[in-house]
């Protein structure tokens, strides 16, 4: 592997990252604030790495700038302007007041044209910037519910008023009505399930844009959450329907719109009762879609086709079932030099691996393996006959760019195999954009040629935070409570770290699924939180359990049917590494989490009263009972089916055993943890008679937006001021 | 006066109750908790002075007890049996598991006849307890929503189901539903305009129980506000309806059943729309019905008479206006002795005072004058044409029995002068228990014969803080802001109280209209949590200032659509008292309030930053356009009438200038001080960065009921003890 430019080599783990050794004398250290810490903060902007704004048109690398668009030469990194947003107005015969105001949003989609695709005054347009003039353009008003265009039709879809619509690529055509029975009861187009099952959208153009598959969700039957919205002159409640676990839950099914024929199907799944309708797929030629079907217990998975135009079942081509549960999050995808072949991401060996497929649904191969888990694919290089993916292959808490090829399993390592990448392909997948991260590496840009493995370095960042008290940030390992895990942790001491000094502790904790703490991106992915502690004194640590993510189905299944509770024992092993530690003072062992972390709080300072003398949770999870069915009964079952373990991971009943000081913290309007589950652990603790305090953000949901987040973090940071210092 | 036993005389005013001086040396003195102190803790009974439960038959006084009813003879005190539970159930063939277990709730409604009104296994029974069996009964089933039973007919009318009904007193005769359209929009025969104007109840059986007078509430028009309750399985909406601040009210009228016909007519008033109608009165002849009608402005009220038969208006009798309110809250009475003559209550000349009409409306006297109030009227002395009173005149804090003749106005003292009486008077007026306490006495009963004046010493409860570390009571006067007028406050300080040491001082505060917080009752009627505070080793006051009830009109219009402001520079003045004294930490001053006192709590500490370190605010009003018509617009009139006076109180803009520490705490489901309030003020303060505390008892209203007021004054404690201490 050449490297052009970038030389500095930083080990991955285990590593104390070191301020400056010496303050210079001209200039005194600067404090931080949450103002520059949090991303809610008015200086936030320039207290965090920069990063370049960049896109492919083809294999030919753009920059957006409000104001330009540069070409950039692949390999010396050299940029000319490619046009302005000034040409633009000129071309459009826009006026100062009334125009383009910035590029930010420019779309280069078409690889082998010069067209830019851009939003114009409530229009899609598309304008060819060698030719200087308008080639196409199409309204774009009424799309806030939803939106789907589709580039080689130039056809749109929409949700306005909760109804779906087709907008013809054909300026002249009026939009077409499909629905008239969509409410807040039946929703259509848009993201279904709670948004599990790696779904976020309903939309679903086929490859050429003349067919549209959307969901159609039937809430009716869902039970409504009261939501009282406080801001109208008098408060009126706006309640959301939300599924708890073990109650009824919605119908889902998938419609099919044919714009040759103006006609809608509906796919004939059967009964949508209790069954989840995940990861919509097209064949490359339109006639078929591809789902990816659970059933409510979430241990019994197919993929199915549909004929596109009749809607008939066509067959079942897969069938993954799991003592515990299956949780797909991918779609399939065809490989794009083979119609008749499709990959499919799947955990069933233990890690998240790739798997070809011929189109029958006959498994060909399993193209990696390895006790490592495939993070995302990135793309295809069809000359290659390859997959470009990330993965933890170097490292746990890494994430790094390889290809595979699909035919040997042979991979190769496009990065410079630290840190934390996020790459983006160019069309043909032979370029990549390698944006990364590393422990001391705030973020750099490299442009990488994956024919020649050629690294040009584009950007460095500079430090944000040179010239301000840094706090030492180190990273390493505890065994799990079962004696062989390794779990990862990170530690952030104060810039002015006296070892034979007794510091007070704050453990942050998550420790659900779907997410992990410590990884090796800048200053082990540090939140700004941890170093305004360091600055106020404290010690953070924090450590990723077992049942969070990227390492492995076992390790996240630990949990199963009794969340908190393998949680908690792992939090304990990092507990007492903190113990064995001289310099912490296990007199003053504080917590804070959020949501699912909230949860871990709660649990772990009634489960060990006499470890943790300060509590904050936010927006905890009491009782999986009051958690939606999604989520909840993939880990949990249901309520009716799984009582000991709801009434063994239910906070209800420790409320009498609080001991320390603790501040539970929720959006008033919370319908991710509905507030009824801290609520009714508040009327616990009354009626037990401990004294938990409470704060409520009006009007916020799950999590506190913008600048509340700084009163939010001065609230927190407040809290252990008081009480642990 | 002839006082035959007790002795004591207690100076009302300016005098400082010690503890016993040296505790015993055999018994070290107690502490108290809130379990002793809070009236919901769990031996609250035992802490509170002791009292009889004694009843009027005729003019003989009979004490219930659970098991036994005795009659007392009112010279010697000497009691006798008159019958007990055993009895009754063996007369009425009762078992051990079914029938009656206790006579507290008896009643001698008849009194020249021997008979005891019960409640006997689901029926109102009438019992001869001479003749030693039952004489009449009736069903009492389905009466919760609302009932009134007349002596005279014995005939019942109830709400069931939001529906009114007729009950005869023949126990053989079916109900009648008289009706159908009742709903919790459609409110029947209950409390209307939110139980302002003394309003309680909704049934107004004619003297002779034949004819019912009731209310009926339209409240369709008015605004639901959201009310989340957060114990089913899954939280449901139930609102409350609840008219705010210039928003549109509900629609009163008053039915008439006639119990002869079996019909009903309505009052023919007018259009109800923005009128209250209050204060129902029947003629004695049961011809006629009264009201004291007020206009939406409530600065107009006329007394007007409707014929009961027909509904038609008869005639206005009398008409009040003021330039700031009048606020009728007493029926008009009708002399016992004289049929066409009323009694009408009014502070037209600037205190609460009796007058005579006829009953065509002209005014005969002014019974009562003078710049004191009347309290309440007791009842009338047929032979002596006289009216029992309570009244302030003997001290604007105490409450004592006056003998007022009519002809003359000459007015006798029933009394000991001292405390605050709450007197019960028996049939023919002659007779009273007088039940009272004063600074130093916990509570005496004493009978009265209003004939001779003699006063017997019937009980004295022993001092139930008898061993106790009682703290040192004291009650005084300041000057208000206004320069001249006299306000009165309460000290309580540490039983160890050290003059040379300086303690935190915290302010409790209500400070709204309708109540006072210091009379000359037991220990200046100190709240508990003042005790329980002096034994943490703080000093607490409270004053009463203008705006506050009992001492005439202009004390209390003196906040006349500016509420909060002239009650601050009272306030003020009370700190600048307690800044005069050297043992008062000015450092070290907080503030508490619940309600209008929340209110005050939060603009003191917001208006005087300096001044107040912490607060705690319970159920406050922030701004008044969020409390509810008819108490609001008394004194704020609309929000449209009165923007600048809206904009001055509120607290909205005031949570940028929070600098002290604050906890607001509220009853989440407060259908009075609804949490819109509060919420709205802790969003002010999250946009201004300030940083309130915050704590909700879910289930709860307005105030905390039962054991979790223990833990809510726990929890206010605590705070102090955090922040103040």
């Given at each position: ?22 303050a210079?004398?001209?200039a ?7 103002e520059?810490l ?9 207290m ?5 704004r960049l896109?492919?048109?083809g294999?030919q690398l ?12 692949k390999?010396t ?20 007041d ?30 060819d ?35 779906l ?11 077409i ?32 844009g003349?067919?549209l ?26 309640p959301?329907?939300y599924p708890?676990?073990g109650e ?37 030629d339109a006639?078929?879609?591809y ?9 019994d ?21 799991d ?12 490989l ?6 499709f ?28 006790d ?5 694919v ?38 410079n195999?630290e ?10 997948g032979?370029?990549?954009?390698d ?6 590496v ?8 994956a ?11 500079p430090?944000p ?15 799990a ?24 502790t ?13 990884d090796?991106?800048?200053?082990y992915?540090?939140r700004?939180?941890?170093t ?6 404290y010690?953070t ?6 049942g ?34 001289p ?24 489960n060990?009263?006499?470890v ?15 958690y ?42 919370d ?37 509340k ?7 927190i940071?407040?809290y ?6």
């Amino acid at each position: 592997m050449k490297i052009k430019h970038f030389a500095g080599v930083v080990a991955a783990a285990l590593l104390t990252l070191g301020t400056p050794a010496v303050a210079q004398e001209t200039a005194p250290m600067k404090e931080f604030t949450l103002e520059d810490l949090n991303f809610g903060g008015t200086n936030y902007r320039n207290m965090i790495p920069q990063s370049r704004r960049l896109t492919w048109w083809g294999d030919q690398l753009v920059r957006l700038e409000a104001k330009e668009c540069y070409l950039v030469d692949k390999k010396t990194g050299k940029e000319t302007v490619l046009f302005t947003v000034d040409n633009v107005n000129e071309w459009m015969g826009g006026t100062p007041d009334k125009g383009l105001r910035s590029l930010s949003g420019a779309r280069f989609l078409y690889a082998d044209q010069p067209l830019v695709l851009l939003n114009y005054v409530g229009e899609r347009c598309l304008i060819d910037f060698e030719q200087k003039k308008l080639v196409w353009h199409q309204s774009s008003a009424d799309e806030r519910q939803a939106s789907a265009f589709n580039t080689v039709s130039r056809h749109t879809a929409y949700v306005s008023g909760d109804q779906l619509y087709f907008r013809s690529a054909d300026f002249d055509k009026s939009d077409i009505q499909l629905t008239t029975d969509g409410s807040r009861e039946i929703v259509y187009g848009q993201s279904v399930h709670r948004n599990e099952f790696g779904i976020h959208d309903g939309l679903f153009w086929s490859p050429d844009g003349m067919r549209l598959a959307f969901y159609r969700m039937d809430q009716s039957m869902v039970a409504d959450y009261p939501q009282v919205n406080l801001f109208p002159r008098i408060a009126e409640n706006e309640p959301d329907k939300y599924p708890m676990a073990g109650e009824t839950s919605h119908k889902v099914t998938v419609g099919v719109y044919d714009v040759a024929t103006n006609k809608t199907i509906y796919l004939k799944a059967g009964d949508p009762t209790d069954r989840y309708f995940t990861n919509v797929a097209w064949s490359p030629d339109a006639k078929t879609i591809y789902m990816l079907e659970l059933n409510r217990d979430q241990n019994d998975c197919r993929l199915v086709s549909y004929d596109a135009v009749t809607g008939d079942r066509i067959a079942e081509l897969y069938r993954e079932t799991d003592a515990k549960y299956v949780e797909p999050q991918n779609p399939i995808q065809f490989l794009p030099w083979d119609a008749n072949k499709f990959i499919l991401q799947s955990q069933k060996d233990g890690y998240n691996h790739l798997y070809l497929f011929d189109k029958n649904g006959k498994e060909l191969r399993q193209i990696t393996e390895g006790d490592w888990v495939v993070l995302s694919v990135v793309g295809f290089n069809t000359k290659n006959k390859s997959i470009i993916i990330t993965s933890n292959e170097c490292n746990p808490i890494q994430c790094n760019t390889w290809e595979v090829n699909v035919n040997t399993g042979k991979r190769t390592l496009l990065d410079n195999g630290e840190g934390w990448h996020t790459p983006s392909l160019s069309a043909s997948g032979r370029y990549l954009v390698d944006s990364y991260q590393a422990p001391e590496v705030p973020r750099n840009i490299e442009i990488t040629d994956a024919k020649t493995l050629r690294r040009t370095v584009y950007f460095e960042s500079p430090n944000p935070w040179e010239g301000y008290k840094v706090p030492q940030f180190s990273c390493g390992t505890v065994k799990a409570a079962d004696g062989t895990t390794d779990l990862y942790w990170r530690m952030v001491k104060p810039a002015d770290f006296d070892e034979t000094k007794k510091y007070p502790t704050v453990i942050y904790v998550y420790g659900g699924p779907h997410a992990h703490n410590v990884d090796a991106r800048w200053n082990y992915a540090s939140r700004s939180w941890e170093t305004y502690m360091a600055q106020k004194g404290y010690i953070t640590f924090i450590l990723d359990n077992r049942g969070s993510e990227n390492r492995g189905k076992e390790f996240e299944q630990a949990t199963f049917r009794q969340l908190g509770q393998q949680e908690m024992l792992d939090q304990m092993c990092g507990v007492e590494y903190l113990k064995s530690l001289p310099y912490v003072d296990a007199d003053r062992i504080g917590v804070h989490g959020w949501s699912y972390g909230g949860f871990m709080t709660i649990s772990l300072i009634t489960n060990y009263p006499e470890v943790f003398k300060v509590g904050v949770a936010g927006g905890p999870v009491i009782d999986w009972k009051w958690y939606e069915v999604m989520y909840g009964e993939r880990y949990m079952d249901t309520p009716q089916d799984n009582p000991e373990g709801y009434a063994k991971c239910s906070l209800l009943p420790m409320a009498k055993n609080l001991k320390g000081k603790l501040q539970i913290i929720t959006g008033y309007n919370d319908s991710t943890v509905v507030p009824q589950h801290c609520l009714m652990f508040i009327e616990e603790c009354i009626k037990a008679g401990t004294q938990p305090d409470f704060f409520a953000y009006p009007g916020e949901g799950h999590n506190m937006m913008g600048h509340k987040s700084v009163h939010l973090h001065e609230r927190i940071t407040q809290y252990f001021e008081d009480y642990l210092k």
